[in-house]
């Protein structure tokens, strides 16, 4: 069964650098989205892309953050210059078109700032 | 805005025993509705979820939730629960607006804890 997967699984990083993450959608679907998920907290949405650009973004989502899809089969978060609050599970979701709004999630990536 | 509350955030049961976890939301029109689980260090799983027509719908592991429009509900329930069943649980809601890549937005959680 096709599955959104995501590296890498645990990104450790110190404060101001830059880090991307990686995921790689279910191969047919078009529609793909980055949320987080602060440890013991819930789950929260960040940005949404479709049609290679960004459909909406939450307040979270500010200018430390980009998406971008650089060819046909990735998708990746960067966040510029890392803070200390920006420690968390970071979760890939896609879903296909027309298909009700049933999102597949990858297993996260869990990011630390020192 | 569409919106989830889920009111309990931790409750034990016993082996066996069955199960209902509460979501409420609000949303101006009917719709999609989903319960997810998230074991710990893991990531989301889609137990069951509420798109259109029969109001009970069944999902993976034996858990069922109930669509309610007049409460606003969608409760999950499992008739007998296995010290397996022991996670995090999500209620989330998603929009019908076509024309939008339409986000989930997510409960609290409620996390499930299983004695034996």
């Known amino acids: 069964e096709p599955e959104v997967t995501q590296t890498p699984s645990h990104q450790v990083t110190q404060m101001g650098q830059e880090v991307i993450l990686r995921c790689v959608p279910i191969s047919n679907h078009l529609y793909f989205y980055w949320y987080r998920q602060i440890l013991g907290q819930k789950v929260e949405f960040l940005v949404s892309f479709y049609n290679n650009e960004i459909s909406e973004k939450s307040e979270i989502f500010d200018d430390q953050f980009s998406v971008e899809r650089p060819d046909g089969s990735n998708f990746t978060l960067k966040i510029r210059s890392t803070k200390l609050e920006d420690s968390a599970m970071y979760f890939c979701?896609?879903?296909?078109?027309?298909?009700?709004?049933?999102?597949?999630f990858g297993p996260g990536t869990r990011l630390t700032v020192l | 805005a569409q919106s989830v509350t889920q009111p309990d955030i931790h409750i034990t049961v016993s082996e066996g025993a069955s199960l209902e976890l509460r979501c409420n939301y609000s949303?101006?029109?009917?719709?999609?509705l989903f319960w997810y689980v998230q074991s710990p260090g893991q990531g989301l799983q889609l137990l069951l979820k509420?798109?259109?027509?029969?109001?009970l719908v069944q999902g993976i592991k034996g858990f069922e939730a109930e669509f309610k429009r007049s409460q606003s509900s969608f409760n999950l329930r499992k008739p007998s629960v296995h010290w397996s069943d022991a996670a995090e649980y999500f209620c989330?809601?998603?929009?019908?607006?076509?024309?939008?890549?339409?986000?989930?937005?997510f409960g609290t959680g409620t996390r499930l804890q299983v004695t034996l």
């Open positions: 989330a809601v998603g929009t019908r607006n076509t024309g939008t890549a339409s986000k989930l937005t």
């Open positions: 509420y798109f259109s027509g029969d109001t």
């Open positions: 949303y101006g029109a009917t719709p999609y």
């Open positions: 979701a896609s879903r296909q078109e027309n298909v009700g709004n049933e999102q597949f």
